[in-house]
């Protein structure tokens, strides 16, 4: 079975970064895209990055410029750095991969458990 799991998540002050990770494991043949959405409470998950296998990045308006994310394919882990933090970033992170477990298999979704961001003013 494949498991993603975050990690890197904390108190942090604003202005201040943090560093997250998402590693896959299990059955995996390859990894096509790799996202991060959030959730703070009381709201909707909201989309945050994604990197796909070819490393092309995508980033929602709320976050451009201060967030980045990298990837690690032979680790089967991304990497998102967030810079200037605010205290309007506190939420539970969740990472999505689009993961194939063969080379006769479709890709499928899968979430990790989540982290917990918390900006402190």
């Known amino acids: 079975q494949v498991q993603l799991v975050e990690s890197g998540g904390g108190l942090v002050q604003a202005r201040g970064s943090l560093r997250l990770s998402c590693g896959a494991s299990?059955?995996?043949?390859?990894?096509?895209?790799m996202g991060w959405y959030r959730q703070a409470t009381g709201k909707q998950r909201e989309f945050i990055a994604l990197?796909?296998?070819?490393?092309?990045?995508t980033y929602a308006d709320s976050v451009k410029g201060r967030f980045t994310i990298s990837r690690d394919n032979a680790k089967n882990t991304n990497l998102p750095r967030m810079n200037s933090l605010k205290p309007e970033d506190t939420a539970v992170y969740s990472c999505?991969?689009?993961?194939?477990?063969?080379?006769?298999?479709?890709?499928?979704?899968?979430w990790g458990q989540g982290t917990q961001v918390t900006v402190s003013s």
């Open positions: 299990g059955t995996i043949f390859s990894i096509d895209v």
């Open positions: 990197i796909t296998s070819g490393g092309i990045t």
């Open positions: 999505n991969a689009k993961v194939r477990s063969s080379c006769y298999s479709e890709f499928y979704d899968y």
